[in-house]
Antibody
Framework: QVQLVESGGGVVQPGRSLTLSCTAS????????MNWVRQVPGKGLEWVAV????????LYADSLKGRFTISRDNSKNTLYLRMNSLRAEDTAIYYC???????????WGQGTLVTVSS | DIVMTQTPLSSPVTLGQPASISCRSS???????????LSWLHQRPGQSPRLLIY???NRFSGVPDRFSGSGAGTDFTLKISRVEAEDVGIYYC?????????FGQGTKVEIK
């Protein structure tokens, strides 16, 4: 069965960097586009970024202003999100979500909590 | 950006009774490929979102048939024919027609 498992969250100081990972199993990872979505606890969902199945194209939410970088390693079935210059407002649960050929956001991971605080 | 607006934001329902949530987009969600990428997600307390409906009216794998989606263009509806206890939580509409992907504010469904 399709599984997405995020990791790498934790408490980080403002201005520091953090890299999240999403490890996939149960499907051909190299054939699927992948997204990051975040959610401030108790609030709504915000799309962060997408990467094409082969890594050839990456798109980001304008609000991130170049601080975040999405990448993938298809040999490791793993998606990444590098987050630089972290701010308090980046505190959220970060989810990875799959785009299959015809269905967007069909599977979601359980999320990893990032807390930006001094 | 496409703005997604859901109504109501809160919906107290009686077990066994129907429920309905509306979603309106600020622009047409018809993609150049002819598809309308409007989805509905359900998030139970403490859990991650899960897909219920995709491309307006298609139930995702394992979703009970009491859930149905309809609509076109900019106006969409999610209906639950008979609410069960496990249906509580927050429902989101989202569009995947354009970037950035955007979500509605969420509708909280709770049992009366």
């Amino acid at each position: 069965q399709v599984q997405l498992v995020e990791s790498g969250g934790g408490v980080v100081q403002p201005g520091r960097s953090l890299t999240l990972s999403c490890t996939a199993s149960g499907f051909t990872f190299s054939s699927a586009g992948m997204n990051w979505v975040r959610q401030v606890p108790g609030k709504g969902l915000e799309w962060v970024a997408v990467i094409w199945y082969d890594g050839s194209k990456k798109l980001y939410a304008d609000s991130l202003k170049g601080r975040f970088t999405i990448s993938r390693d298809n040999s490791k079935n793993t998606l990444y999100l590098r987050m630089n210059s972290l701010r308090a407002e980046d505190t959220a649960i970060y989810y990875c979500a799959r785009d299959s050929h015809s269905v967007r956001f069909d599977y979601w991971g359980q999320g990893t909590l990032v807390t930006v605080s001094s | 950006d496409i703005v997604m607006t859901q109504t109501p934001l809160s919906s107290p329902v009686t077990l066994g009774q129907p429920a309905s949530i509306s979603c309106r987009s600020s622009q047409s969600l018809v993609h150049s490929d002819g598809n309308t990428y409007l989805s509905w997600l359900h998030q139970r307390p403490g859990q991650s979102p899960r897909l219920l409906i995709y491309k307006t009216s298609n139930r995702f794998s394992g979703v009970p048939d009491r859930f149905s989606g309809s609509g076109a263009g900019t106006d969409f509806t999610l209906k639950i024919s008979r609410v069960e206890a496990e249906d509580v939580g927050i429902y989101y509409c989202m569009q995947a027609t354009q970037f950035p992907r955007t979500f509605g504010q969420g509708t909280k469904v709770e049992i009366k």
